[in-house]
């Protein structure tokens, strides 16, 4: 399978624990994007890469997320101590042109 | 900041009558892209628009971009079981590299 993949699918994790999400993007694409997906809403942009660079993130992302990209091609998300309110989806994408293309996702689920 | 809102959020449609979601911006978008997700799937990419009073048409879905290029619609013809999860709208605005997702609006096909 040539898609996005993310690992792990699902993450339960208790309040104030760290935890950290990884995405292989697909390989030839240079941009890939982190997203938060709760039930009823569509994703909630968080960060962008353009090869190993952040080139942007949402202003509604706390200073307990962090993302790195570090050699253009994989990347990983972190949340530090986490709150129950970052229980969601948290879903990865990557592109090459104009269309995204999302991963399965990560469930986390904060207790 | 940028706003997209679609209605309606949800509609139950009987197999072989049509169906209609609309998308509205806040602000001027240089393009809109329309996605699907499936119930427990992620994000699928179907089309991008970008001329002002652009229509692209897919099989038996219509998309059309509005002459100010701040609102945009999906319509199918003739639904079927398969058309079944959410659609949703996502707008770039000028000068950004970043989607802006709609909520999203959850069709529901009944045989």
């Known amino acids: 399978d040539t898609g996005v993949s993310q690992d792990p699918r699902h993450k339960i994790t208790k309040r104030g624990q760290n935890v950290t999400f990884r995405c292989d993007p697909i390989?030839?694409?240079?941009?890939l994007y982190w997203y938060r997906q709760t039930l009823g809403q569509g994703p909630e942009f968080l960060t962008y890469?353009?090869?190993?660079?952040?080139?942007?993130k949402s202003r509604l992302l706390s200073d307990r997320f962090s993302a790195e990209r570090p050699k253009g091609s994989f990347s990983t998300l972190e949340i530090q101590r986490t709150e129950q309110g970052d229980s969601a989806m948290y879903l990865c994408?990557?592109?090459?042109?104009?269309?995204?293309?999302f991963g399965p996702g990560t469930r986390l689920t904060v207790t | 900041g940028q706003q997209v809102m679609q209605i309606p959020q949800y509609q139950h449609v009987q197999e072989g009558e049509d169906f209609t979601t609309y998308c509205n911006s806040s602000?001027?978008?240089?393009?809109i892209q329309w996605y699907k997700q499936r119930p427990g799937g992620h994000p699928v990419f179907l089309i991008q628009?970008?001329?002002?009073?652009e229509v692209k048409k897919q099989k038996r879905l219509t998309f059309q971009f509005g002459e100010a290029k701040k609102n945009s619609s999906l319509h199918i013809t003739a639904t079927q079981t398969t058309d079944v999860g959410t659609y949703f709208c996502?707008?770039?605005?000028?000068?950004?590299?970043?989607?802006?997702f709609g909520k999203g609006t959850m069709l529901l096909v009944s045989p």
């Open positions: 994408a990557s592109s090459g042109g104009n269309e995204q293309y």
């Open positions: 390989s030839e694409h240079n941009r």
């Open positions: 996502a707008g770039r605005g000028s000068g950004y590299s970043t989607l802006t």
């Open positions: 628009l970008v001329k002002s009073g």
């Open positions: 602000t001027t978008l240089s393009n």
């Open positions: 890469f353009q090869n190993e660079a952040q080139l942007e």
